[in-house]
């Protein structure tokens, strides 16, 4: 039986019941897992004018609410993602199960054979705004890997977001895996984040997509781990030896092919001797798309004549824009450019664009960043573009993950010793 509106309302108990399915999960076979998941996906297509006419209702009310058209295009509107959304479950279920993969076998010189063995985290709490295509992108990781969820979305997608929850509950019941495997919390009140991230007894990682006010709230106020990621100021350097007639277009597609989303380019470097030449073409290509140029001093000086280009404000470098709004600087050569992306970049995805291998060489290994491109587009940093099926968040840390969070970044692993009744000497 899905959930109701009361159980939903009361996170103690979805935590509770959150935990009890994740310990069912834990017996399911790889092949149980994974037809599971192509009912899913055959249930979401079958289901696909049902989720529209929810979604429909999220985007009259955006529209009410003055959100921005891109945002509502990019972060909102499902109707030409469902394809994409359905072919991920699909890729997900024919993926590896890592849960059971031996990491490291070990046989002692007393006998103990030693397993590093995978094994679910068990309960995941994530909190995001907008996209519900994150509510499927989660839930089919979580149950590939047998975790259990708790999702709680934006007030600007509520209705996505429980009609999608429905028809994935509605498949595991009728699959007997227990539906409470997915949960989505009904209300937009946030007291109700507030509350989640206290149940550190029954929840296991807390993983937040959204804006920076979020992430910091989480990192503050959570007595659960916390894995943060996602705000995305990404750049791209044109080195002095970049072949420009094929940089313009890989340009245009990391800004403008989805700008509101956090693997797109929000800050164009520019090699001090190429400037003059590339600058103005970048301002013709991509303005003509709409976009708006905020220029560092050197760049308004090449391009500050075109009515598209503003002088930049002081803090336009550390601005993640989520639209059509794109930074110009020029530097004297690789080592402003890593140094530049140090001080103002956070830590997403970087790219340098060069025929000059050194150059590439010192950009890879210096700019500390969770994905870093050598003459490719920012906006491969997404689990689907990768190879991973889907992702839970885009993890800008260190530690446990980093990058795009699929099914590996959902496990933890135990150690299993197994002996001959043997004793410690």
Known sequence: MAQTVLEKMDLARMGARAKS?????????????????????????????????????????AAQNGIDPIWIRDRIDLEK?????????????????????VLQDTTLDNGLRLLKRRTPLGVLGT???????????????????????????????LHSNLQLTQIMQDVLAARDFPPDAIQT???????????????????????????????????????????TGGIGVCHIFVDESAQLDKA??????????????CNSMETLLAHQSIAAELLPSVVDVLGAAGVEFHADER??????????????AEDDFDTEWYNLTLNLKVVDDV???????????????????????????????????????????TRFTDGSAMGMGAEVAISTQKLHARGPMALEELTTYKWIVKGDYTSRL
């Open 248 to 261: 313009l277009p890989l340009l245009d597609n990391a800004k403008t092919q989805r700008p509101a989303v």
């Open 21 to 61: 399915a994740a310990g069912i999960l834990a017996r399911k076979t790889t092949a149980e897992k994974n037809a599971a998941l192509l009912a899913i996906a055959d249930a979401l297509e079958a289901n696909t004018l049902g989720i529209l006419e929810a979604n429909q209702r999220d985007l009259e009310l």
């Open 335 to 377: 080592d402003e450019a890593i140094a530049h992306i140090a001080r103002h970049g956070t830590q997403h995805s970087d790219c340098i664009l060069t025929e000059t291998a050194a150059h590439a060489e010192r950009f890879l290994n210096e700019v500390d960043s969770a994905a870093v491109y050598w003459n490719a587009s």
């Open 81 to 101: 993602r469902m394809p994409g959304i359905v072919a991920d479950v699909r890729k997900v279920a024919d993926l590896p199960d890592p849960v059971g993969e």
């Open 299 to 312: 760049a308004y000086d090449i391009v500050g004549g075109d009515a598209r280009v503003v002088p930049a």
């Open 127 to 157: 909190i995001y705004e907008s996209r519900p295509n994150v509510t499927v992108d989660v839930s089919t990781l979580a149950l590939k890997t047998s975790n259990a969820v708790i999702l709680r979305g934006g007030s600007d997608v």
């Open 185 to 227: 919390i009904s209300s937009a009140d946030r007291r109700y984040v507030s509350e989640m991230l206290r149940l550190h007894e029954y929840i296991d990682m807390i993983i937040p997509r959204g804006g920076n006010g979020l992430h910091t709230f989480c990192r503050e106020n959570s007595s659960i781990p916390v894995i």
